[in-house]
């Protein structure tokens, strides 16, 4: 069993600041890339910033220089930071994992994609 567990999401004013964190836990083998995808109402899921173990990293245009992704490989966690916030960045904020687990008798799956429940980003004024 493997589990992506958010924490972070709440209110802010525009021009404020958040910063989401998820931790993956379970019978993780290896960890390939973790990220962050969003979805706002009425509009379907969108990336919003991918990190590979080697530090590589993807953002979607309309976050770049805005937020930042950073990520801690012996904790299996990934932080987002998130500046400048406007309505446009409010949605449900998903935990992406690339993942190979361990599964039956001991063996290595093919690596899959693995998903947090959501936590809930409001820019409001």
């Known amino acids: 069993q493997v589990q992506l567990v958010e924490s972070g999401g709440g209110a802010v004013q525009p021009g404020g600041s958040l910063k989401l964190s998820c931790a993956a836990s379970g019978s993780i083998f290896r960890v390939n890339a973790m990220g962050w995808f969003r979805q706002a109402p009425g509009k379907e899921r969108e990336l919003v910033a991918t990190?590979?173990?080697?530090?590589?990293?993807n953002y979607a245009d309309s976050v770049k220089s805005r937020f930042t992704i950073s990520r801690d490989n012996a904790k299996n966690t990934v932080h987002l930071q998130m500046d400048s916030l406007n309505s446009g960045d409010t949605a449900v904020y998903f935990c992406?994992?690339?993942?190979?687990?361990?599964?039956?008798?001991?063996?290595?799956?093919?690596?899959?994609?693995?998903w947090g429940q959501g936590t809930q980003v409001t820019v409001s004024a």
């Open positions: 992406y994992a690339d993942l190979e687990v361990v599964g039956q008798f001991g063996r290595i799956e093919e690596s899959d994609d693995y």
């Open positions: 990190i590979r173990t080697n530090g590589n990293t």
